[in-house]
Every structure is written in structure tokens, then in C-alpha cells.
């Protein structure tokens, strides 16, 4: 019903964009939101949006990711730029109505 993409190796102060590609049936009824996880750390909220297109980011992020919506291709975006060696994780996307969880992406951020 979910799946990430996007992820991959890049350097301190560079920038990603994760996809979550959203199965149709859902994506139009349900706000989806971004979490990130490291081995033995609970899973980290990041950034919602809701059906209508309003959006939350985590404050400790500082506005360096940005969380956006394509309804007519079932996409939802998370663009992270001036990325930081904390910001490894592994990536989810997540329908809280459904209780539906992405696999997962690797982001990797290291010189």
C-alpha cells in the first residue's frame, strides 16, 4: 500500500528527496506522514499532511525538510536539503487512519 524511494548515500550539507508512492485506493483519503528510525531508537515523527494539503514539520528539523503532496499521481514528497551525519536513518511513510507502514528507505549521510 506504501513504498518508499529515494534514499541512498550523500554528503553533510547535500540534499534528498524521498518519494512515497501511495496505492490509489488510499491516497486520496488518508494524510500520510514521514518518520525516521535508527537500530535501537524508537521511530521519529518528521512531517504530516493531511488530506487537504496542510502540513507539520518536527521543530527540531529547523525548516530543512519539506513535506509536499502530488494527489493526481499518488505521491507524497519529503525533500531534505542541508543534510546533517544525524539525519541517517532509515525512512518510513505512514498512513495513521490505516495503520499502514511503508518498508522503508536508507538514508545515508556521511562524507
Known amino acids: 500500500q506504501l513504498a518508499e524511494s529515494g534514499g541512498g548515500l550523500v554528503q553533510p550539507g547535500g540534499s534528498l528527496r524521498l518519494s512515497c508512492t501511495i496505492a490509489?485506493?488510499?491516497?486520496?483519503?488518508?494524510?500520510i506522514a514521514w518518520y525516521r528510525q535508527n537500530p535501537g531508537k524508537p521511530r521519529e515523527w518528521v512531517a504530516s499532511i493531511t488530506r487537504n494539503g496542510d502540513i507539520n514539520h518536527a521543530d527540531s528539523l529547523q525548516g530543512r525538510f519539506t513535506i509536499s503532496r502530488d494527489a493526481d499521481r499518488n505521491l507524497v514528497y519529503l525533500q531534505m536539503k542541508n543534510l546533517k551525519p544525524e539525519d541517517t536513518a532509515v525512512y518510513y511513510c505512514?498512513?495513521?487512519?490505516?495503520?499502514?507502514w511503508g518498508q522503508g528507505t536508507q538514508v545515508t549521510v556521511s562524507s
Open positions: 490509489a485506493d488510499i491516497s486520496r483519503r488518508n494524510p
Open positions: 505512514h498512513a495513521p487512519l490505516i495503520n499502514a
